[in-house]
């Protein structure tokens, strides 16, 4: 018996050291308003909520609508048009061009583009210049010019007939801009530093040296030809230029005379650039190579002054 009251006193004790070192996570009813202060913890309350960037407060901001560009009436006509040609139908396809140019746009200029080479085919040389005159886009318009002289220049079998598709040639090199409206605009974005010429104009100068070339005007086609081996150095006409004024200087003729020396000044240009474009691929290089072996031999060659 008194083995047990011993046991339950020192339970007692126990306990009541325990009671004084553990505290509650909360306070005790009978903890003064002073102490209970000390014990208050920060409410959170749910912040309010936010805008999004597109909203107005309380209400949902409008949508910007897209500027819808304007419709191009003959979007649908030009496609078709093309298509005609393609297949040769020319009659629907002279229908639907006629109708396309009747507007303005884009679509309306390609297709006066079209009605052009259309009509150089069948050498309408006046009508072909109306069209080209109600042309309102200048790379659009000077292409026409070249499409009417290059047409002109391929229906042609008389050297007369040819030479009426001079003065269309003479006319994109003296009035053409120096650089196309697309080269500008892509300069104005960065893209590109480097200056790159209308392609037009030594196209163009190609075309009339050949001309010129074949009616026996030699030196009237070598002014030509150098202006485009001077000023368009990274034109694709330029390995045509160096072999056709190697070949002028090789032949001569009674207005001409000839010159091997110069001649063969021009072949070893050539060959010289053989590992570059565009003569890497130049359907010349092989007789340029043949016309060296035969003539240089005997002929010391000098510098071009």
């Known amino acids: 018996m008194k083995i047990y009251f011993l046991s339950l006193l020192l339970t007692c004790s126990l306990l009541s050291q325990a009671s004084k070192q553990i505290s509650l996570p909360f306070p005790s009813e009978n903890v003064s308003p002073k102490e209970n202060k000390d014990l208050e913890v920060e409410v959170i309350l749910p912040s309010k909520q936010s805008s999004l960037p597109n909203q107005v407060e309380g209400t949902q901001a409008p949508k910007k609508k897209k500027e819808e560009k304007p419709i191009d009436p003959n979007f649908g006509i030009l496609p078709k048009a093309m298509y005609n040609l393609n297949r040769n139908d020319l009659d629907k396809a002279n229908a639907d061009l006629n109708q396309a140019t009747t507007t303005e746009g884009d679509s309306a200029n390609k297709a006066k583009l079209e009605v052009v ?18 042309i309102d886009n200048q790379d659009i318009k000077y292409k026409a010019f070249f499409e009417l002289a290059a047409g002109i220049e391929n229906v042609s079998n008389k050297k007369s007939e040819r030479e009426e598709s001079i003065p269309f040639y003479l006319q994109i ?38 001309i010129l070339y074949k009616g026996g005007e030699f030196s009237a086609a070598l002014d030509h030809l150098s202006r485009i081996i001077i000023d ?23 207005n001409f005379p000839r010159d091997l020396h110069r001649a063969i000044k021009y072949y070893e240009i050539f060959t010289k ?33």
């Not at 650089?179 to 480097?194: A, L, N």
């Not at 330029?238 to 002028?248: E, Q, T, V, W």
């Open 117 to 134: 080479r259309l009509l150089a085919k069948e050498r309408k040389i006046s009508q072909a210049k109306s069209i080209i005159d109600g």
């Open 173 to 210: 090199i003296t009035e053409a801009p120096r650089e196309s409206t697309s080269e500008k605009k892509g300069k104005e974005k960065g893209k590109d530093d480097t200056p790159d010429l209308n392609p037009l104009i030594p196209r163009s100068r190609w075309a009339l040296a050949n």
């Open 232 to 254: 368009y150095p990274k034109s694709e006409f330029l390995d045509d230029a160096i072999y056709l004024s190697g070949k002028i200087h090789e032949e001569g003729n009674s």
């Open 273 to 305: 650039k053989k590992e570059i474009e565009p003569f890497k691929s130049s359907i010349y290089f092989n007789e340029v190579d043949s016309r060296l072996k035969i003539i240089s031999p005997n002929i010391k060659p000098f510098s071009i002054q």
